[in-house]
């Protein structure tokens, strides 16, 4: 099963920018997509960018236009880039590889990301 580290959170005010990493145990190329999810608490996941092996994107209207997601297959890493960042952002967030097969695979630790000032 493929193995994903999610690392790059941490505390920032209203405003504020962080870039979250996601480094795969496996050549991302061949999964389907890759996607970042997050879950505040009490609050479902929630799937906030996605990227396919094509390089096509998507967002919610959450975050359209403040999140961007990409990816460097020679890395085997994803990242997201999140920009004006809002109190309602803060959530941990997780990263997952979408296999053609298979589907979702396993949830790695998160990493914690917090909007306040």
């Known amino acids: 099963q493929v193995q994903l580290v999610e690392s790059g959170g941490g505390l920032v005010q209203p405003g504020g920018s962080l870039r979250l990493s996601c480094a795969s145990s496996?050549?991302?190329?061949?999964?389907?997509?890759m996607g970042w999810y997050r879950q505040a608490p009490g609050q479902q996941r929630e799937l906030v960018a996605s990227?396919?092996?094509?390089?096509?994107?998507n967002y919610p209207s959450s975050v359209k236009g403040r999140f961007t997601i990409s990816r460097d297959n020679a890395k085997n890493t994803v990242y997201l880039q999140m920009n004006s960042l809002k109190p309602e952002d803060t959530a941990v967030y997780y990263c997952?590889?979408?296999?053609?097969?298979?589907?979702?695979?396993?949830w790695g630790q998160g990493t914690q990301v917090t909007v306040s000032s």
């Open positions: 997952n590889a979408l296999a053609y097969e298979t589907g979702w695979g396993p």
């Open positions: 496996e050549n991302i190329f061949s999964f389907y997509a």
């Open positions: 990227v396919t092996s094509g390089g096509n994107t």
